[in-house]
């Protein structure tokens, strides 16, 4: 079951899911395997429209991925201030992940004297701060945009936060996941999020064998986004999951770091999560699946995700 990460609304799921197997078909001939997988062999979750049906408001449009100025950030459109501040610590986390200096993403707001309990007050300040973080990723970060860094942390925290995106996202997820035969879950970003939330929350109510969670460029250890998933429960390594591999690049910003004991500790006890470091050469080191100068790249086409993938295939 392949599942994919954020920005995926309008495109052609089918177009998706073949170049999610192109990629990592490429990874299988590199690793030495004779397996190649087809579109019968698997079965791609696609919740792009829908999220982006659910968390953007009718006739809006997300910002464009384009390098900006600090000035081109003043004018957020933010409404709330758990948001906005998710949003500021995701940005923050970044910039530190990159090696930039916290003084450069950093805004003073000054006290005028007049009151700031007041939500526009506090949305005044969080939209300023915020604004110098984006600012800051587009002037220091090469390859990675405040545009993208903003769009996750907004998907991932509707994701946490509306219980009504939840509930639609996990039942699709949950719907596709068999049970009658053992199945391997590879999800990319945003999608491992759910796929996480998915698997951890439903304990053992639902028979589910998942012989291999194989988890790529994962925003799961950012400090936000953990805090939000141990605030609905511990965490844990799903108990239906017999092997959890997380990918990551260490030039992949957007993940910022390895899901080890360190940045994202389990429960005492628990089996431990194995990391692979790969060198995804897609752009912005994050990509799942694409082509560049004619050649398959991003974290499906690495021979090491294709071993753990036939692996968790039993082939």
């Known amino acids: 079951m392949l599942v994919h990460g954020r920005d995926t609304d309008g495109l052609d799921p089918d177009d998706l899911e073949s170049r999610w197997l192109a990629s990592l078909n490429a990874g299988l ?27 953007v408001e009718p006739g809006a449009t ?27 610590a995701v940005a923050r986390e970044v910039l530190a992940g990159a090696g930039v200096p916290s003084e ?30 984006l600012a ?21 925290y509707a994701y946490l936060h509306d219980a009504e995106v939840r509930a639609v996202i996990d039942a ?13 879950v590879v999800a990319h ?3 491992s999020v759910v796929a996480y939330e998915v698997l951890r929350t439903a304990g053992e109510a639902e028979p589910w064998d998942v012989a291999l969670f194989c988890t790529l460029g994962s925003p799961l250890a950012i400090r936000a986004v953990r805090d939000a998933l141990r605030a609905r429960g511990p965490l844990t390594l799903p108990p239906a999951v017999g092997r959890w591999v997380a990918v990551r690049d260490p030039q992949d910003l957007l993940t910022v770091h390895d899901l080890d004991t360190a940045s994202f500790p389990l429960e005492p006890g628990e089996r431990q999560i194995e990391t692979l470091t790969v060198d995804n050469r897609a752009p912005w ?18 021979p090491g995700v294709a071993r753990a993938v036939e692996a968790g295939l039993g082939v």
Do not use: C, M
């Open 104 to 133: 450069a993403g950093a805004v003073v707001v000054t006290d005028d004297g007049t009151s700031v309990d007041t939500q526009a007050a506090v949305l005044d300040a969080l939209a300023a701060a915020l604004a110098a973080a």
């Open 172 to 184: 699709g997820l949950t719907a596709a996941l068999p049970t009658d035969e053992p199945a391997v």
């Open 29 to 55: 001939a590199a690793s030495g395997s004779d397996l190649r997988l087809h579109d019968d062999d698997a079965s791609f979750v696609y919740f792009g429209d829908t999220l982006a049906e659910l968390v």
């Open 285 to 302: 080191h994050h990509t799942a699946a694409a082509v560049v100068d004619g050649q398959q790249v991003g974290y499906l086409a690495d």
């Open 62 to 88: 997300p910002p464009p991925i384009t390098v900006h100025a600090v000035e081109s950030w003043a004018s957020l459109a933010l409404v709330d201030p758990d948001e906005a501040a998710f949003a500021l």
């Open 136 to 156: 800051a990723i587009d002037r220091f970060v090469p390859g990675l945009s405040g545009a993208v860094v903003l769009l996750l942390a907004r998907d991932v």
């Open 189 to 191: 970003s945003l999608g």
